[in-house]
């Protein structure tokens, strides 16, 4: 192990995790400690880390030879690939510790733990020696307490009961969420026990949260859904796409799946609306009303900076579709559409008209799952149009939401590799 006299969890979280040989495996996601009866700190059994598949896994301390600002290296590049899974005594320190309420063990006095800084001892294992703490104080207008740093014996509520009883804050949290992808904090918020998955949820502003619900097995969607409020349910369903909302929506029952489109505004639940009336293995049901829609008359130009649009997703930023107006879907008559590529080609003054390919097929959107494959493998697409029977175009289908269907439906809680998993050591 690498001589290193404290180190504190924030500053492990992301870091990249390398064999003895450079070799990359993955991220870590979090520390795992064992809980104690007693006032002695808890000690480290191993990391979380995120294999570039976004599975879990448990890595032992005593694999781990050393620890930098800037990775972590194993004694191994072989790892258990058993998904990882919290046992009883253990807690996570970044996802259970992190923004927990205690109190001083002398006088009482009421804080939150801000981080845990865990050190090595003489047998090589790793303790939570140490934590960074902050006095919680009440009333408006007063100051922020100064954050300490206290040896672990001099803080108390910090067991696994405390731990599932108290009401705990999420601040800590959220921060490490900030350099983290939607997909990635929804693996996290899946470890955490349900009482902090909810309490990270209620902590989340709309667009994030609705970000991360899409990202979840289906279950996992449906549970938070189900613990939100009816008016923030509604709220975070507007702020999903409308595929995806859809897609959530039609594995509620008919009477709560009403009721949230009632409560949902009428601009925003028009289009969930019409994705419901199709089955979801069907061009309908795969498609998104909110392609890139653009008039004959447009620029190359502005084709090309509605395309630059950051909040754009990969797929849906490789094709604009032409339509005469409304540019809404369902659009007006649908004239064909121009490939980011020519774009590129084409002199930034010239009209989006002169470029239309109005060879490709569309889509009807009755069409079937294996119908959409075969379509997107016959033209090389990563994204396609779906017209209705009067030439109105009403959506597009993009590869990821057809390979989403295609894979199985577990496929978010094991990554990329067989159900098949070793034991964990």
Known sequence: MAAVNRVFAAQLSGLPVFGPDGESIGRVRDLVAGLRLDAQPPRILGLVVELSTRRRVFVPMLRVTGIEPTAVTLATGSVNMRQFVQRPNEVLVLGQLLDAHAALTASGTRITVVDAGMEPTRTRDWVLAKLAIRERRGGLGRRRAAMQVLPWSEVSGLGLADLG?????????LMLFDTMRPADIAATVRDLPLKRRHEVADA????????VIEELPDDDQKELLAYLAEERAADVLEAMNPDDAADLLAELAPADQSRLLELMEPEESAPVKRLLEYSSDTAGGLMTPEPVVLTPDTTIA??????????????????????RPPTATPTGRYVGV??????????????????????????????????VTRYFAAYNLTCGPVIDTEDHLIGAVTVDDVLDHLLPEDWRETGLHDSMEEHRA
Request: charged share 20%; with cysteine; aromatic share 2%.
């Open 165 to 173: 009883a108290q009401p705990q804050g999420a601040g800590q949290l």
């Open 204 to 211: 989340m502003d709309d667009e994030r949260l609705a970000d």
């Open 338 to 371: 121009v490939h980011f590529q020519r774009l590129l080609r084409e002199p930034p003054a010239e009209l989006v008209a002169s470029a239309v390919d109005t060879g490709l097929p569309p889509l009807k959107p009755g069409a079937s799952l294996a119908e």
């Open 302 to 323: 502005e084709a090309l900076a509605h395309i630059r649009n950051p909040e754009l997703p990969p797929a849906l930023a490789s094709m604009v579709f032409v339509c």
